[in-house]
């Protein structure tokens, strides 16, 4: 039950540090929404 939880959450921590990412090299860093 825990387990996939976690899971999807390191998923979507993972993916939002990538677009952080991609956003801090290509320009200004903008908020999402």
Not at 9 to 29: D, E, K, N
């Amino acid at each position: 039950m825990l387990t996939r939880h976690f899971r999807l959450y390191l998923a979507v921590a993972l993916l939002s540090a990538i677009l952080m990412t991609f956003q801090s090299a290509r320009g200004p860093l903008r908020p999402f929404a």
